[in-house]
């Protein structure tokens, strides 16, 4: 696989490698290397949002402390993945455990921006696209945990990932196929109002005719925000996979504690936030695949 990666920015075929000086091994390397840790940051900073948000905290205002005593973790030992190995997973101050889901959050981070930088060279996509990529991943890891723990996907998360859905669109027309930069605005702006729009409908009527909720507030601004970032094929997908995913895992869970299956409470978004990740990666090869299979040339 890395072979392969390198052989492709060697070959220097894209030119936004070329012109990055991506067309040389040890800046490839180098480039890669970065955007892992770049990543391994990001993912700092996602452990700081699924911890914090859920519980009303800023996450951009308090330094970091220890859960445990209160201390204040110092930078040193707030580096990623790398203070956690060196401090074996403890607070230096009372030694209480941390939750082995930090390391994981940094490293998984780390490899999906990786990822998302190899994918968007090798698909010849627009540079601007990995901007896209990095949102979906920002957005998507941290409301798996989140709502599969708290049950709920904040405000915070899911209308930074919209607004920023928006100007990247606006300032990229090119991420979205837009010629201008009003095209590009209409082409975030519409799949989310549409999408945003006819959940939220759905959401509203089917708890007054259910008499509970069918579909979450926190589900729908969440798609409005995947609509945003990847326009109405990849909402309707992520919708679809991730509502599949759901159903299946209620069933599974209705099975083993052998209950019906309409009295599983089940979170949709972590479904949802695990179908946005797949069609960063497989979403154009899908995609073309439909087209060709309803006889679009592509
Ligand atoms: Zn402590």
Not at 82 to 92: D, I, M, P, Q
Not at 132 to 137: G, L, N, P, Q
């Amino acid at each position: 696989m890395i072979a392969r990666l390198l052989m492709h920015y060697t070959a220097g075929s894209s030119e936004w490698w070329s012109r990055l000086g991506m067309n040389y091994p040890i800046p490839a390397i180098f480039g890669l290397v970065s955007v892992f840790v770049l990543g391994c940051c990001w993912g700092s900073f996602l452990n700081v949002c699924i911890w914090r948000m859920p519980r009303g905290e800023s996450v951009v205002f308090a330094p970091s402390h220890c859960t445990s005593c209160g201390a204040e973790i110092r930078w040193f030992d707030n580096l990623p993945l790398v203070s956690y190995l060196v401090l074996r997973g403890r607070c230096r101050h009372c030694h209480a455990p941390y939750s082995c889901r930090y390391f994981i959050v940094e490293l998984i981070t780390g490899i999906l921006f990786v990822a998302a930088f190899a994918k968007i060279g090798m698909a010849e996509m627009p540079p601007a696209a990995l901007l896209t990529a990095f949102a979906v991943i920002m957005l998507a890891l941290p409301t798996v945990w989140i709502d599969f723990e708290h049950r709920i996907i904040p405000d915070a998360l899911t209308l930074p990932a919209l607004l920023f859905a928006l100007v990247v669109s606006v300032v990229f027309p090119d991420v979205c196929a837009a010629a201008t930069h009003l095209q590009g605005l209409l082409a975030a702006l519409l799949p989310a109002l549409i999408v945003g729009g006819g959940l939220w409908c759905f959401a509203v009527t089917g708890r007054r005719l259910a008499g509970r909720e069918v579909l979450g507030l926190g589900d729908v601004k969440f798609m409005a925000a995947i609509a945003a970032l990847y326009g109405l094929p990849g909402a309707f997908f992520v919708l679809g996979a991730g509502s599949l995913g759901g159903v299946v895992y209620g069933l599974v869970m209705a099975a083993r504690r052998k209950r019906s299956p309409h009295r599983i409470a089940l979170p949709l978004g972590p479904f949802l936030a695990l179908a946005a990740l797949i069609w960063l990666w497989v979403g154009d090869w899908l995609l073309a695949a439909y087209l060709r299979h309803i006889g679009i040339a592509f």
